[in-house]
T-cell receptor, first 118, second 110 residues
Framework: DTAVSQTPKYLVTQMGNDKSIKCEQN?????MYWYKQDSKKFLKIMFS???????INETVPNRFSPKSPDKAHLNLHINSLELGDSAVYFC?????????????????FGDGTRLSIL | GQSLEQPSEVTAVEGAIVQINCTYQ??????LSWYQQHDGGAPTFLSY????GLEETGRFSSFLSRSDSYGYLLLQELQMKDSASYFC???????????FGTGTRLQVTL
């Protein structure tokens, strides 16, 4: 009954390779995210999709390409991996916020994918 | 852009009360959230303030002052399991966009 699940949990690969991380949520949320957390624990948003549409695209190298086949899935493909890509990548999901009521919709995070580039 | 400041480390004894402050500079501010992250774990949502004032959830409370661009997380009756990193995060723009602070590492001691 995992809410947000991402695979693989660990990914060790060589520089220059291409890899993918998959994420699935069973919470019925319509918004999904990818975050990168570096070795200093700085957590930064990379992408966000709402109902399969890209709504947030931060300054991320073109080597990173998200894909959302449906609103329950958001995958991340990384081409030509570099040493600096070593980090923990978190997938998250939430309902869309209402700007009218200032209410909150918490983001639910997956357990993370620990990517190590050799 | 956005910037958030919070202390890097805080130490407190079990049973005590600790306050973690967060100041922010941002445009299009919508609200302030707090997340907890244990070592090796995922961030988990703790509290949210969309309007000024105090929100209480069990042992945790969070406060926001929009005019001062300031908020804090208050943890009461500290337990060893509260040892973790705590992140403040501002909601901006589309409101779904969260920008996280650098995190405060809380160490609870006996």
């Amino acid at each position: 009954d995992t809410a947000v699940s991402q695979t693989p949990k660990y990914l060790v690969t060589q520089m220059g390779n291409d890899k993918s991380i998959k994420c699935e949520q069973n919470l019925g949320h319509d918004t999904m995210y990818w975050y990168k957390q570096d070795s200093k624990k700085f957590l930064k948003i990379m992408f966000s999709y709402n109902n399969k549409e890209l709504i947030i695209n931060e300054t991320v190298p073109n080597r990173f390409s998200p894909k959302s086949p449906d609103k329950a899935h958001l995958n991340l493909h990384i081409n030509s991996l570099e040493l600096g890509d070593s980090a923990v990548y978190f997938c998250a999901s939430s309902q869309e916020l209402s700007r009218v009521t200032y209410s909150n919709q918490p983001q639910h995070f997956g357990d993370g994918t620990r990517l190590s580039i050799l | 852009g956005q910037s958030l400041e919070q202390p890097s480390e805080v130490t407190a004894v079990e049973g005590a009360i600790v306050q973690i402050n967060c100041t922010y500079q941002t445009s299009g501010f919508y609200g302030l959230s707090w997340y907890q992250q244990h070592d090796g774990g995922a961030p988990t949502f703790l509290s949210y303030n969309g309007l000024d004032g105090l929100e209480e959830t069990g042992r945790f409370s969070s406060f926001l002052s929009r005019s001062d661009s300031y908020g804090y997380l208050l943890l009461q009756e500290l337990q060893m399991k509260d040892s973790a990193s705590y992140f403040c995060a501002v909601h901006t723009g589309t409101a779904s966009k969260l920008t996280f602070g650098t995190g405060t590492r809380l160490q609870v001691t006996l």
